[in-house]
């Protein structure tokens, strides 16, 4: 209503004035007189009903700055409460919703960590039954058997431990919204060199590396994106068959900034692509010597690199037709 009352006085202001202006005066008034009051009129009224407009819209920007600054940075912010209108009561809203949505994560997180914690301990049970069957000597079928129990514990363990770990890097994503910092590459090459290596040599994969640009300004932590571009580069390992190539290039394009991890391996269908970024996807599948797939480093990915003004991408011709995963940010 208050945006309507002062709308109305802008507009009917001039109006009010003109008429003042001709019935009141005392003098003969011309209509280059009346002309030249009308616009002086309509200036002042428009100058007074964006000032007090702004007023009026302060409120509504300090709760969209306050709700952004949650949203992309998971700041909490304190709003101001002096205001008893309206808008004052839509701030309100906005800060207790933002602290009990707070809350609210903060309180599912703990209890999901205890509940996989105690869900470790129950699945730990079975298999310190089976090993002790196994180390009394039994014979071949309860033997067997007792490795399948391991087995089956082994593969609970690897997934509550791979859930685990996705609450935490979803949270690390969350919170992390860092200011633009010269990234050198040749720094985070030596890391992902280090990291990468046993593996490259377990399948007798070479990777050749071209480094086409020396830094680049980008809102992500050097850290991360050596994690990122591990998992990338591991799971094309992962996908390759043996005594094949990966080839990374880092280099610069449009004025963005563009790595991509390209490999020979299994690939996959062009209709797949969606499903490949989806947290326990159902493509998780063997690698080419049996890895295991956890299901999440994909969705990891890409949800740090988009965290971080960034996109990936992923494209393939076909099964065993190799793939290729591309990082693009603004530079």
């Known amino acids: 209503m208050k945006f309507l009352f002062v709308a109305f006085l802008g ?24 002309l030249f009051f009308a616009l002086i009129m309509t200036l002042l009224a428009t100058i007074v009903t964006l000032l007090v407009l ?4 302060k409120p509504i920007s300090i709760a969209s700055k306050s709700l952004d600054d949650y949203r992309n940075n998971r700041k909490l912010s304190v709003l101001p ?13 906005i800060q207790e919703s933002i602290y009990e949505s707070e809350s609210f994560i903060n309180e599912k997180q703990d209890l999901i960590y205890m509940l996989s914690h105690d869900l470790k301990n129950f699945a730990g049970n079975p298999q310190g039954l ?35 770990k996705l609450l935490k890097e979803q949270d690390q994503v969350a919170k992390l919204n860092p200011e633009a910092k010269t990234v050198v590459f040749s720094n985070i090459v030596v890391f992902i060199n280090e990291q990468v290596e046993q593996r490259l040599l377990d399948k007798n994969i ?21 994690q990122v571009l591990v998992n990338l580069i591991s799971n094309a390992i992962k996908f390759s068959y043996f005594d094949s190539e990966i080839k990374v290039r880092i280099y610069s ?57 960034g996109t990936l991408t992923a494209a393939s011709e076909g099964k065993n037709k190799g793939a290729e995963f591309k990082i693009e940010f603004e530079v």
């Open 54 to 57: 702004k007023e009026l819209i």
């Open 206 to 226: 070479t990777m050749s590396l071209s480094l086409e640009i020396a830094e680049a300004n980008l809102r992500i932590e050097e850290g991360l994106l050596v």
């Open 81 to 93: 409460t002096e205001y008893t209108d309206e808008a004052g009561l839509l701030m309100c809203n």
């Open 253 to 309: 394009e449009d004025s963005r900034l563009k790595i991509s991890v390209a490999d020979k391996g299994v690939g996959f269908d062009k209709t797949q692509i969606e499903e490949l970024f989806k947290k326990f996807t159902k493509m998780s599948r063997l690698g080419t010597a049996n890895e295991l797939s956890t299901g999440i480093g994909l969705y990891l990915c890409k949800k740090i690199i988009e965290r971080h003004k």
């Open 130 to 164: 089976a090993k002790l069957i196994l180390s009394e000597n039994p014979s071949e079928s309860v033997k067997h058997l007792a490795e399948l129990i391991c087995e089956s514990t082994n593969l609970q363990f690897r997934y509550i431990e791979n859930f685990i």
């Open 11 to 34: 507009i009917h202001i001039p109006l009010i004035g003109i008429l003042l202006f001709v019935l009141f005066s005392s003098y003969d008034i011309s209509p280059t007189s009346i």
